[in-house]
């Protein structure tokens, strides 16, 4: 049966993909973006609905919501996934960065929550997917800001899947390592001070790739429709990454120093190429 879903972030990168493989399935896409033109790009590939969407706007998200109950007469899963990166040495980032990075990839989150579970748990269906990362259950140096409201998206998916079940609601949180997308080549948001990390040339996509291949958003997409099927609380992929996991919850305090002693290492090449 086909089943209407709503994307944010879907303009671009692992959005994009998960749009493009719930089409190929035959799904209902909306796809919502804040680049109104890589939304619309997306949406003509999958057939789907495109619609501009800043989801820091609650009033907007909910916009969203409630046009694609009123035009398809459910929801069935809901895509928190609109992000941004934004990291470098914490002396170096202002309030500015903090507040931007919790408003998009938190607030977003949360926007989405407040609009679309209310609708399935009185349809008493649905399943709320909400892309935190790795960094999300890891805390690597020099990412502040991304692990901390990568952390948040977390806890935030597992506190509402703990009460959803009653409703009949289902929720996972994606956590991915390094995909291959346009973010990690991201110097941060335009209008905000750059870092000595986002400036350096090759940036955080140079660090990214010295961990091995990185993984590719299709893949990713495919992992997570299989995780949406098996009704994970946690999808952590690839492999490595979920072996990362695993030997942090063994040892969080000696996996913790060994990634500062690796994240220092790195930042000393930055400040002295």
Not at 34 to 59: F, N, P, S, Y
Not at 177 to 188: E, M, N, V
Not at 239 to 255: L, Y
């Amino acid at each position: 049966m086909s089943r209407v879903a709503i994307v944010t972030g879907g303009g671009s990168g692992i959005g994009a993909a998960i749009c493009k493989a719930l089409g190929a399935r035959g799904d209902t896409v909306v796809v919502a973006d804040i680049d109104g033109a890589a939304a619309q790009r997306t949406a003509d590939e999958v057939r789907g609905t495109a619609l501009k969407v800043d989801v820091r706007d609650g009033v907007a998200v909910q916009a969203l919501v409630d046009d694609t109950v009123r035009e398809h007469g459910r929801l069935d899963l809901m895509f928190n996934n609109a992000g941004i990166g934004v990291g470098g040495d914490a002396t170096e980032l202002t309030t500015a960065h903090w507040d931007r990075i919790i408003d998009i990839n938190l607030r977003g989150v949360t926007n989405g929550v407040a609009a679309a579970y209310p609708v399935m748990a009185k349809q008493r269906s649905g399943h709320i997917i909400n892309t935190a990362s790795i960094a999300g259950l890891l805390a690597p140096p020099y990412l502040a800001p991304y692990v901390a409201v990568k952390h948040a998206v977390v806890g935030l998916s597992l506190s509402l899947r703990g009460e959803a079940k009653v409703y009949g609601v289902k929720v996972t949180a994606v956590c991915p390592g390094w995909t291959d997308t346009a973010i990690l080549d991201s110097t941060g948001p335009d209008d905000l001070p750059k870092t000595s990390m986002s400036e350096r040339e090759g940036g955080v996509r140079e660090a990214a790739e010295k961990m091995g291949k990185l993984y590719s958003p299709e893949a990713l997409a495919q992992d997570v429709l299989e995780a949406i099927a098996k009704n994970k609380a946690l999808l952590v992929t690839p492999g490595k990454f979920r072996a990362m996991w695993r030997m942090s919850r063994v040892s969080p305090t000696a996996f913790a120093a060994l990634t500062a002693v690796l994240a220092r290492r790195e930042q000393r090449k930055l400040l002295n190429p």
